[in-house]
């Protein structure tokens, strides 16, 4: 440890703790995702059982984060590659569930547990932040219905490795990507039925060769939203397209797709 004072060596041990390049961290943080689909599921069932029959009751939810414990102290927070990846797959999440919870708040937006980090010199989208930029620029206002078929995340809550939403807006739809596995890329296969007219594929990934790795003042664009356009193939073929992308290790995808919806499944 280097030379600290007492007031600092807290610190020092959070941000040690937090960055650490540790799988089981780093699963233990991604498989908290399922605690919040229980939760969430558990509220939506326990509305619905007593609601007036025939009336759909909508939910807030009004806060949500992750709040490592060994942050607890913390009052400016920075959020690595791997909370990004925790984050993408709870939007993704939230908009399974967003009949029954059409609000959902991320807390806070700044420093305290916050997706930017501002102080005198600097201010930068941490990970996260760059996560939220990405889903709010290209998510959809329409929740289209997607299967996943993949393996199991390394880990005892046994979340898919791949985690998928799909939405529209128009003529568009936006597909978003979560590849959980820790050092396991993919080649994803996407059937999208009943669409045709192939016009435009746009792609955007968010990745770091390092799973932990965190903007700073310093580096404020490590962990950037970039244009991706290799390894990215569209064909039609009978009923639909079939979209065909790698997904490295531990990264977000978006795909935003131009084309003509012959069928569409209205929520």
């Known amino acids: 440890m280097p030379n600290l004072t007492p007031n600092s060596v807290l610190r020092y041990w959070v941000i040690q703790r937090h960055g650490s390049p540790s799988r089981k961290i780093y699963y233990d943080t ?47 927070c920075n959020y690595n590659l791997r909370d990004g990846l925790w984050v993408a797959s709870m939007l993704n999440l939230l908009h399974r569930v967003a009949l029954d919870v059409p609000f959902a708040n991320i807390a806070q937006m700044v420093n305290c547990i916050g997706i930017i980090w501002s102080e005198k010199d600097a201010t930068f989208l941490t990970a996260s932040g760059e996560v939220f930029r990405l889903y709010a620029n290209h998510a959809g206002d329409k929740y289209l ?27 568009r739809t936006i597909l978003f990507f979560v590849n959980r ?6 080649d994803v296969t996407c059937d999208l039925q009943g669409i045709t007219g192939k016009q435009n594929v746009q792609a955007w990934e968010i990745h770091h060769d390092n799973p932990v790795q965190y903007n700073t003042p310093q580096s404020p664009h490590e962990v950037a939203i970039r244009e991706k356009k290799e390894d990215l193939s569209l064909t039609e073929e009978a009923g639909g397209v079939v979209l065909k992308i790698a997904m490295k290790a531990h990264s977000i995808l978006c ?13």
């Open 255 to 267: 795909v935003e797709l131009e084309l003509e919806l012959d069928i569409v499944a209205e929520p």
């Open 30 to 76: 991604l498989g908290s995702v399922s605690r919040m689909e229980y939760f969430l599921n558990q509220c939506i069932q326990d509305v619905h059982n007593f609601s007036p029959p025939g009336k759909r009751i909508p939910l807030a939810f009004d806060e949500w984060n992750l709040w490592d414990q060994s942050m607890r102290q913390l009052i400016q």
């Open 181 to 186: 596995h820790y050092d396991g890329a993919m």
């Open 145 to 171: 219905p997607a299967k996943v078929e993949c393996p199991e995340m390394p880990h005892k809550t046994a979340l898919s490795v791949l985690d998928v939403s799909a939405t529209r807006s128009g003529n």
